[in-house]
């Protein structure tokens, strides 16, 4: 494709679709043409996060309609409440009255909820639409719009209704990092540490060599950062696109991570405040931890329960909760609910199999294994340890 000679782009080939992973600053200016190669066509949707910066949707409209796209535009509050079938309603609604076809392709421009919610909509519109992802959140960069999984929560449980739909094209413009509040950027380091955990212990060296860079947002270092993890997660998915097996790794810290986020409000402890504590531009959070934060909660417990079980070395925990601590991503949790609450959410997390909680727990850095015969005892020893 055109636009993959000039910008770093990571390829994701499958037995039924191929697409790219574009990434480059100030990609949004140019999204336009790059949408076009994937999805011509006359219409297009442009469903984006109502809290983002609003030069991010006029760039991308402006650059749409420039491509020769009339853009149907829609901005959608995003919080995990909000992560609903009727905010998917809202958004077919929309769509049908602008009569959207079935060629027309539908941009999703926010953070990992946005994504989330926007891809599941296409996936099931008139039976299926082209789907862009832009994602603006480091967290949606690296996870959320790579790989083709989206969905919604429901009361029961986080993502229990979805699909697997793979994207026609994902657009990275890593320079709106730059309007993120810091805690938003944390909270996609999360998931970083969590794939050099899974499956790469230079990421993990790098990180831990480059991390001051990252955060002090230069440039170069934030393209290397999302090339590196996207090529990580396009692998895993190449390997396994419907978690089958192999795919499952990414789950490293989820199960607890999604037991964290199912009770708050339960007990659940705010995490450490900053002034931009109190919103949720990215869609991430739900008034307690946001995804990022609890996931590095999660890992430290799964960590914590793989040492216990002489899986780990000790210094592994020591190595993640170092890198996690400076990162600024919490390590303890103080004030979580009961254990009891927490292992019934984990029960209802959508991976469990005939009534066994799955878990992913590291051998290694770079090296994880499922684990689905954990004694219940030592799982709610892993939760207690978390107060410390």
Not at 47 to 67: E, F, G, M, T, W
Not at 361 to 387: C, F, K, N, T, Y
């Amino acid at each position: 494709m055109r636009y993959a000679l000039a910008m770093p782009q990571v390829a994701i080939h499958l037995p039924h679709h191929r697409y790219e992973v574009v990434i480059a600053p100030g990609l949004l200016a140019r999204l336009g043409p790059c949408v076009r190669e994937v999805a011509p066509h006359g219409r297009a949707a442009l469903l984006h996060d109502a809290a983002l910066p609003p030069r991010h949707a006029h760039q991308a409209a402006r650059s749409l309609a420039d491509a020769g796209y009339s853009v149907t535009e829609g901005a959608f509050a995003t919080s995990e409440r909000l992560k609903s079938l009727d905010t998917v309603r809202a958004m077919y609604e929309l769509l049908l009255r602008d009569r959207l076809e079935r060629r027309s392709p539908i941009v999703a421009l926010g953070g990992g909820i946005l994504t989330d919610t926007a891809g599941f909509a296409a996936a099931s519109y008139l039976r299926g639409v082209p789907l862009v992802m832009a994602p603006t959140t480091l967290l949606a960069m690296v996870d959320a719009s790579v790989g083709g999984k989206v969905g919604v929560n429901v009361p029961q449980g986080k993502n229990l209704i979805g699909a697997f739909y793979q994207p026609a094209l994902v657009a990275v413009d890593t320079d709106a990092l730059a309007t993120l509040p810091p805690r938003e950027l944390r909270c996609g380091l999360a998931e970083c540490i969590k794939h050099a955990m899974i499956r790469d212990p230079q990421l993990m060296q790098w990180l831990e060599a480059n991390l001051d860079a990252v955060l002090a947002l230069d440039s170069s270092a934030l393209v290397d950062l999302v090339r590196w993890n996207v090529s990580i997660k396009a692998k895993v998915v190449m390997a396994d696109e419907k978690e089958a097996g192999e795919r499952a790794h990414l789950n490293f810290g989820h199960t607890f991570a999604h037991a964290i986020e199912a009770t708050q409000g339960e007990g659940a402890a705010e995490p450490p405040a900053d002034t931009e504590a109190g919103k949720d531009p990215s869609g991430g959070g739900c008034g307690g931890y946001h995804h990022g934060e609890a996931v590095a909660l999660g890992m430290v417990a799964a960590t914590r329960l793989a040492v216990e079980r002489g899986l780990a070395d000790a210094f592994v925990l020591e190595r993640l909760m170092n890198l996690l601590t400076r990162a600024d991503l919490p390590v303890a949790a103080p004030s979580l609910p009961p254990v009891d609450a927490l292992m019934n959410a984990m029960a209802m997390d959508k991976k469990v199999a005939d009534a066994r909680i799955r878990l992913i727990l590291p051998r290694a850095v770079g090296q994880v294994a499922v684990h689905d015969d954990i004694p219940h005892p030592s799982i709610e020893r892993a939760w207690a340890a978390m107060s410390g």
